[in-house]
């Protein structure tokens, strides 16, 4: 398949050790957490897994080319002299994204549209006409990086972020982000042996994920494409070797994944995208208000949810937060129940002491992802019969 290089996988905050933990299990080498990335080295099989599979990468990007530069003169000319017809042609579409932490290079769509230029100018004193840009759905996507006087540029494997998984098209008010809830399952360390509950599934995303994590059905299965696809070496046979060798790693799961809502909209909704997934015989959606619910089942139950934090969504924190905490000790027994919420004030009605908190983003939102450990019967008789 080719000799390895170096890629970076990017992802939100808090990720990057999940993240790199993902790509040691999937065979990657040289893998280095940074922040909001985890570097590694595989070949163009293992580009193609890593998009495939990786529950908690945003992007897959593969550096090509790095140079000092110290200013938008320097930019373009090292820009220019680049081989760009290794790449695309000039019949395709390209479009530029750009990230700059720089004295020099103060403003993002300023550097892309210094490396656009060059690269339009190189093509048309080439082949005597330029590309296009297409910035919804180009064939080619280039990143720039410019910290300092450090110019890095990669290719884009993926093409829209990884968190469109392609299962779902129907949505509530406020959902959650796929490689989020992914995130948060792993954090909280979901591994599909035992029953699971999200008691306020919005459209089921949370319910998905868990559902693909415990079959390890690859994340990205239900996309559309990526856009490795486009590019001149693509290979097709060994892309299809790929697909075929990550499926036939799925397992079998036997225990239930159930999810709440009170609302008869987002209970349609979550059953949509549950059968967009090919995964209806895995979950169970209800329309059920979490507050007038009991544990419905024998044994230990892993609880994971995205409460309303009050951003979005309507509601009076104090008692809506206070009834989670009343439910959760009137009904679930023997349940590691875990809630994102960017309401830290909020966490302080449930009326629980959290097990652990974790820093994570909710977009631009701050937020802590907290575990409440309920036990059969009272704390203290569970440590003394755990001694005996």
């Given at each position: 398949?080719?000799?390895n290089?170096?890629?970076?996988?990017?992802?939100?905050?808090?990720?990057?050790?999940?993240?790199?933990?993902e790509l040691?299990?999937?065979?990657?080498?040289?893998?280095?957490?940074g922040?909001?990335?985890?570097s590694?080295?595989?070949d163009?099989?293992?580009?193609?897994?890593?998009?495939?599979?990786?529950?908690?990468?945003?992007?897959?990007?593969?550096p090509?080319?790095?140079?000092?530069?110290?200013?938008?003169?320097?930019?373009?000319?090292?820009?220019?002299?680049?081989d760009?017809?290794?790449?695309?042609?000039?019949?395709?579409?390209?479009a530029?994204?750009?990230?700059?932490f720089?004295?020099?290079?103060?403003?993002?769509?300023?550097?892309?549209?210094?490396v656009?230029?060059?690269?339009?100018?190189?093509?048309r004193?080439?082949?005597?006409?330029?590309?296009?840009?297409?910035?919804?759905?180009?064939?080619?996507?280039?990143?720039?990086?410019?910290?300092?006087?450090?110019?890095?540029?990669?290719?884009?494997?993926?093409?829209?972020?990884?968190?469109?998984?392609g299962?779902?098209?129907a949505?509530?008010?406020a959902?959650?982000?796929?490689?989020?809830?992914?995130?948060?399952?792993?954090l909280?360390?979901?591994?599909?042996?035992?029953d699971?509950?999200?008691?306020?599934?919005?459209?089921?995303?949370?319910?998905?994920?868990?559902?693909m994590?415990?079959?390890?059905?690859?994340?990205?299965?239900?996309?559309?494409?990526?856009?490795?696809e486009?590019?001149?070496d693509?290979?097709?046979?060994?892309?299809?070797?790929?697909?075929?060798?990550?499926?036939?790693?799925?397992?079998?799961?036997?225990?239930?994944i159930?999810?709440?809502?009170?609302?008869?909209s987002?209970?349609?909704k979550?059953?949509d995208?549950?059968?967009?997934?090919?995964?209806a015989?895995?979950i169970?959606?209800?329309?059920?208000?979490?507050?007038?619910?009991?544990?419905?089942?024998?044994?230990?139950?892993?609880?994971?949810?995205?409460?309303p934090?009050?951003?979005?969504?309507?509601?009076?924190?104090?008692?809506?937060?206070?009834a989670?905490g009343?439910?959760?000790?009137?009904?679930?027994?023997?349940?590691?129940?875990w809630?994102?919420?960017?309401?830290?004030?909020?966490?302080k009605?449930?009326?629980?002491?959290?097990?652990?908190?974790?820093?994570?983003?909710n977009?631009?939102?701050?937020?802590?992802?907290?575990?409440?450990?309920?036990?059969e019967?009272?704390?203290?008789?569970?440590?003394?019969?755990?001694?005996?």
């Amino acid at each position: 398949m080719g000799s390895n290089f170096k890629m970076i996988a990017k992802t939100l905050f808090g990720f990057e050790e999940i993240l790199a933990k993902e790509l040691k299990n999937l065979g990657a080498s040289n893998v280095v957490e940074g922040t909001r990335n985890v570097s590694f080295e595989g070949d163009t099989g293992f580009m193609y897994k890593a998009n495939l599979c990786l529950r908690t990468a945003i992007k897959i990007i593969k550096p090509i080319h790095s140079f000092p530069v110290r200013n938008e003169k320097d930019l373009y000319r090292k820009i220019y002299h680049m081989d760009w017809l290794d790449y695309f042609t000039v019949d395709e579409t390209f479009a530029i994204d750009a990230t700059v932490f720089s004295d020099e290079f103060t403003h993002s769509l300023f550097v892309s549209q210094k490396v656009k230029d060059a690269i339009v100018d190189k093509f048309r004193d080439v082949e005597g006409k330029r590309p296009d840009v297409d910035v919804k759905n180009p064939d080619l996507q280039i990143n720039i990086h410019i910290h300092k006087n450090a110019c890095n540029v990669s290719l884009d494997s993926s093409g829209n972020s990884l968190h469109h998984r392609g299962y779902r098209t129907a949505t509530n008010i406020a959902p959650i982000n796929e490689v989020l809830a992914a995130g948060l399952l792993l954090l909280s360390g979901w591994d599909g042996q035992r029953d699971f509950l999200d008691p306020m599934c919005g459209s089921g995303t949370m319910l998905i994920e868990a559902a693909m994590i415990a079959c390890n059905i690859p994340a990205n299965i239900n996309r559309k494409g990526f856009a490795f696809e486009k590019w001149p070496d693509f290979d097709e046979v060994l892309y299809e070797k790929i697909i075929d060798a990550s499926l036939k790693k799925t397992r079998e799961f036997r225990h239930k994944i159930i999810g709440y809502d009170k609302a008869p909209s987002a209970v349609r909704k979550a059953i949509d995208n549950v059968e967009n997934a090919n995964l209806a015989d895995y979950i169970t959606v209800q329309r059920e208000d979490f507050f007038k619910t009991k544990k419905q089942s024998e044994g230990p139950l892993h609880m994971c949810f995205n409460p309303p934090y009050g951003e979005r969504l309507d509601i009076e924190m104090e008692n809506f937060y206070g009834a989670i905490g009343d439910t959760l000790k009137q009904g679930y027994p023997s349940t590691n129940a875990w809630l994102i919420t960017s309401n830290l004030q909020a966490l302080k009605y449930v009326g629980l002491r959290p097990s652990r908190k974790i820093k994570v983003f909710n977009s631009h939102l701050e937020s802590r992802l907290v575990k409440y450990e309920m036990y059969e019967g009272s704390k203290k008789a569970k440590y003394q019969n755990d001694t005996l």
